[in-house]
């Protein structure tokens, strides 16, 4: 079992920064790819990017590509979501997850965190 905890999470105005973080506990928290999801009110749970095990390999959703940048620090079993430029198109429940690879899809992570909300206001 892997416990994933978010923080980070908070109102922002447009054009502002926040960086999510994402505590794992359990087991080997290098063993696995790490990913950051988000889900706004009436949609369907949506990927933001992720990361290999190693932090070697990334890869993000267009839409934050550019602005988005995930990362990793396996001596400290976090992981990080780093947010610049931010619109109110991002405001969602953020949540990170872990799975064998870093895939796009929901369905390849195991593990979930509890969310952290973002509000980015106009």
């Known amino acids: 079992q892997v416990q994933l905890v978010e923080s980070g999470g908070g109102l922002v105005q447009a054009g502002g920064s926040l960086r999510l973080s994402c505590a794992a506990s359990?087991?080997?928290?290098?063993?696995?790819?790490m990913g950051w999801f988000r889900q706004a009110p009436g949609k369907e749970r949506e990927f933001v990017a992720t990361?290999?095990?190693?932090?070697?390999?990334?890869f993000y959703d267009d839409s934050v590509k550019g602005r988005f940048t995930i990362s990793r620090d396996n001596a400290k079993n976090t992981v990080y979501l780093q947010m610049n430029s931010l619109k109110p198109e991002d405001t969602a429940v953020y949540y990170c997850?872990?799975?064998?690879?870093?895939?796009?899809?929901?369905?390849?992570?195991?593990?979930w965190g509890q969310g952290t909300q973002v509000t980015v206001s106009s």
């Open positions: 359990g087991r080997t928290f290098s063993d696995y790819a």
């Open positions: 997850a872990a799975g064998s690879r870093a895939r796009r899809s929901v369905s390849l992570y195991d593990y």
């Open positions: 990361i290999s095990w190693s932090g070697g390999s990334t």
